[in-house]
């Protein structure tokens, strides 16, 4: 009798695949502009644009299709980090991004699986 062993489903593939993360992102970000604490960062932002790369980098990371050409975690938030980017901030993030995924009946599991992945930046986001 011979075994098959499926692939691990990817995170990407649990939340949902596409559909699921161009909803979070778009609720996310809504989160994000109504912030007082954050939303400063993104002013004079093309939010389409941002919420593109957004969408191309999460399902990359979360293990779907990898089309993101973006710049790395440092590069790209370094003009926040001289602009006072701090951990106050990244936890602001974290916070909508949790209440995104809460909001999207999102498993306590999975949300717990992508606040870690997330997690994993907040060096390189604050320049650290």
């Not at 790369?53 to 370094?78: C, E, I, S, V």
């Not at 916070?95 to 995924?101: D, I, K, P, S, V």
């Amino acid at each position: 009798m011979s075994e098959t062993t499926e692939a691990p489903v990817s995170l990407f593939e649990q939340l949902g695949g596409a559909a699921a993360v161009d909803a979070a992102v778009d609720i996310f970000y809504r989160k994000v502009l109504e912030d007082y604490r954050i939303n400063r960062y993104f002013s004079n932002v093309d939010m389409a644009q941002q919420a593109a790369k957004q969408k191309a980098f999460l399902t990359m990371a979360f293990g779907g299709p990898n089309n993101y050409t973006g710049q790395d975690m440092r590069d790209a938030h370094a003009r926040l980090v001289k602009m006072g980017l701090d951990d106050s901030h990244f936890d602001a993030v974290m916070e909508n991004l949790t209440a995104t995924l809460q909001e999207l009946n999102v498993p306590e599991n999975l949300i717990a699986q992508v606040a870690a992945l997330a997690e994993t930046t907040r060096n390189d986001v604050l320049g650290k």
